[in-house]
């Protein structure tokens, strides 16, 4: 018998029980669960700041605009989050979200909204099982994988496109990124939509649970029955679902499809995850940090335009960000598990 497929009560992992609420928050875990939310005083931070530098940051129009920037790398963030989880890593996820676009855009005309999100997503659930069973059933590597997989949908982006822009024909293409309801953007809407289901499919579920515990110890997981291979799979799928829906989503922002749709979306959302506490050994994160990372991201990139940085120094405090969130991140977890040592 496949050990995928044995029919055993799976155990909620160490990292969940621990950090999952049974009934009211006393008040040390209260200031313990403060401790941790220095990703919330990051964008607070950041927020002051903003405030202080820029008369037009929290004009209705930049808030609005701020919102639509970061939704889409939102949504590739919460897929990346869902991977980091499991211990993996996905660096394909801005050559999918290219691809995805450009296909949803060009394939078939573009005449048909519809069909352009069905094929956006289908694209994106296609190479989820391509990378989720080379990565679960094979046994490669998921760096290697992604690797290869972001040279591949890169090259077919340029090969597709010729290198130039592909303008969709359907007139209602760019509807859900143009609509707002109450001042509110549909995109920043369904972004926050995805990530309250992401938050429950993790926290509240069977599945959630197996993801955790994959990520704090596949051999532990296997041994407590959890279907290893098949959730492994399940995650990559989900997760090209959602890259494949932030492609289109991309395309629709933009009211076109480019070649260079989706470019850094994968060290974006690496950091993202990273910045909002997540393990890059998988086991630990929140949704709330992802979603607070990208926020933190956002802001800065709005702020430096706002203040005309340079692109290039644009860049440079991208990068300056990354390590600090490493650095910060690295820390947090030397102080856990010697606090782990203490009790133990």
């Known amino acids: 018998m496949s050990h995928d497929t044995a029919p055993r009560t799976v155990a909620a992992p160490p990292a969940a029980q621990e950090e999952t609420p049974t009934g009211g928050l006393t008040l040390r875990r ?8 220095y990703p919330l005083y990051i964008l607070i931070a950041l927020l002051v700041f903003a405030g202080f530098t820029s008369d037009a940051f929290f004009s209705s129009y930049n808030m609005s605009n701020l919102l ?3 939704s889409v790398i939102g949504i590739v963030t919460l897929a990346q989050f869902l991977i980091v989880l499991t211990g993996g890593i996905d660096i394909s996820v801005g050559a999918v979200a290219g691809l995805a676009g450009v296909l949803s855009a060009g394939l078939f005309g573009g005449g048909n909204t519809l069909l352009a999100v069905a094929v956006a997503i289908v ?3 296609a190479i989820g099982v391509f990378n989720g069973y080379l990565i679960a059933y094979r046994g490669l590597e998921a760096f290697i994988v992604t690797l290869g997989m972001l040279a591949l949908g890169r090259g077919l982006v340029y090969a597709y496109t010729e290198g130039q822009p592909i303008a969709p024909h359907a007139a ?7 609509t707002a309801i109450a001042g509110v953007p549909v995109l920043g809407i369904v972004w926050i939509v995805l990530a309250m289901a992401m938050a429950f499919l993790t926290r509240r579920t069977v599945f959630g649970r197996r993801v955790y515990a994959l990520g704090s110890s596949r051999e532990a997981a296997h041994a407590a029955g959890v279907p290893v291979k098949a959730t492994m799979i399940s995650v990559y799928v989900i997760a090209g679902v959602l890259v494949g829906f932030a492609g289109f989503l991309l395309a629709a922002r933009i009211g076109a499809a480019t070649p260079t749709g989706g470019d850094n979306y994968e060290i974006d959302s690496i950091a993202a995850v990273v910045i909002g506490g997540a393990s890059l050994v998988g086991g630990r994160g929140r949704v709330l940090g992802a979603f607070l990372g990208t926020l933190i991201f956002g802001v800065i990139s709005n702020l430096l335009v706002l203040l005309n940085v340079s692109t290039f120094l644009q860049d440079a405090f991208r990068g300056a960000l990354i390590i600090f969130a490493m650095v910060l991140t690295t820390v947090q977890f030397t102080r856990r598990r010697r606090q782990q040592t203490a009790r133990s």
């Open 30 to 37: 209260a200031g313990q669960w403060a401790k941790e939310q």
């Open 123 to 125: 694209l994106g659930g």
């Open 68 to 70: 639509l920037q970061v």
């Open 172 to 178: 209602d293409f760019r509807t859900i990124a143009t």
